[in-house]
């Protein structure tokens, strides 16, 4: 489900190769969703939500501190998605989880889906290559 597709990829490879390992957890999130043998995938969900977080973090700072160093005029705007995505996942409620776990697989890949390819496309693709 998770796929890192061509359309996808800026012009800077740096960020190309963060974007592909957010693709990555957000697959590992979909193949949780997936596997009816696991019963109780609440420790891996929170892992997964654990993962994507610190990730994220590290991607948003190497993208800023890069479009800082080309001056880039739209990084105020950049700063204000990257800091809704954060508090998006830090809001992720634990107990929601363990209450419906599928359930809540499938809001954090819906949510990670639809804002990470409208975030590259709309507002990453424009980020110019030094």
């Given at each position: 489900m998770f796929e890192m597709?061509?359309?996808?990829k800026t012009k800077i490879p740096k960020i190309n190769a963060e974007h592909e390992k957010l693709f990555e957890i957000g697959e590992r999130a979909y193949q949780?969703?997936?596997d009816k043998y696991d019963t109780?995938?609440?420790d891996k969900i929170v892992a997964v939500i654990d993962e994507l977080k610190a990730y994220t973090i590290?991607?948003?700072n190497a993208e800023e501190e890069y479009m800082v160093s080309i001056n880039y005029k739209r990084l105020f705007t950049q700063k204000i998605d990257h800091a809704f995505f954060i508090k998006k996942i830090d809001d992720v409620n634990l107990n929601e989880i363990d209450n419906n776990q599928d359930e809540a697989i499938m809001k954090i890949l819906t949510f990670l889906n639809e804002w990470l390819i409208?975030?590259?496309v709309e507002k990453d693709l424009l980020i110019p290559a030094e």
């Amino acid at each position: 489900m998770f796929e890192m597709k061509e359309k996808y990829k800026t012009k800077i490879p740096k960020i190309n190769a963060e974007h592909e390992k957010l693709f990555e957890i957000g697959e590992r999130a979909y193949q949780l969703l997936i596997d009816k043998y696991d019963t109780d995938k609440y420790d891996k969900i929170v892992a997964v939500i654990d993962e994507l977080k610190a990730y994220t973090i590290y991607h948003f700072n190497a993208e800023e501190e890069y479009m800082v160093s080309i001056n880039y005029k739209r990084l105020f705007t950049q700063k204000i998605d990257h800091a809704f995505f954060i508090k998006k996942i830090d809001d992720v409620n634990l107990n929601e989880i363990d209450n419906n776990q599928d359930e809540a697989i499938m809001k954090i890949l819906t949510f990670l889906n639809e804002w990470l390819i409208n975030h590259i496309v709309e507002k990453d693709l424009l980020i110019p290559a030094e």
